[in-house]
């Protein structure tokens, strides 16, 4: 497969099965997140990789927090979180570390460098043949965003399942890339999307 055709191919799945990547791999996944864009070179991304053998300690202390009245969350949402987190062969928490002295480089700049580090992680699971989904969602209440340690200056930015494609994945349709580029031409650009 060609370059550009591994980029083309890759989508999100959060069907997955065992094996994850082995430590190697995901030295060398987690190597590809630092070759993103980053103004400033601040490295504001970070990772918290949940390994299996602490995941029922960490799923353990999810389900208190989601069980607190506060929080309010419906049942049928904490049954989704069990199962994403206890059949995910991989789970790395994301995050970055918001910089706001010294530096002229915007929170936003850094948050927009620490997603482009994870696009490159998501990338590098693709070209090991990994498959791999990026959820936020309502999950990040405080007890679970102090219990990773990504409280302020940190900033919570979801979490990464990885491991195997179940083997009736196949990529979803995309939508046509004429309707989401224009030319300028010395006027205030119209989008084929947006004027549909
Ligand atoms: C920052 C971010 C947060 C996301 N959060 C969720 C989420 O909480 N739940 C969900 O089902 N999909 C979420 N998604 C979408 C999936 O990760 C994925 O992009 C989507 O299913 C489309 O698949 P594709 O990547 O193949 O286009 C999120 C995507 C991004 C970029």
Known sequence: MS??????????SGALKEPAPSDQQLHQILSAAVCAPDHGKL??????VIP????????QSVEQSMQKPEYDYPASYLQKVQHNFSCAPMVIALGMRQITEKTSVTVDEQLMASSAAVMNV???????GFGAKWVTGPIANQDIVDGLGFQEPYRMLGFLFIGTLCEAEVAPPRVAIDDYVAIWNGKPVQFKVDSK
């Open 43 to 48: 490295r504001p991304w970070r990772f918290i």
């Open 3 to 12: 370059n550009i055709d591994f980029l083309l191919s890759r989508f999100s």
């Open 52 to 59: 299996k053998q602490n995941r029922a300690e960490w799923l």
């Open 122 to 128: 998501l990338n590098a699971v693709h070209a090991f």
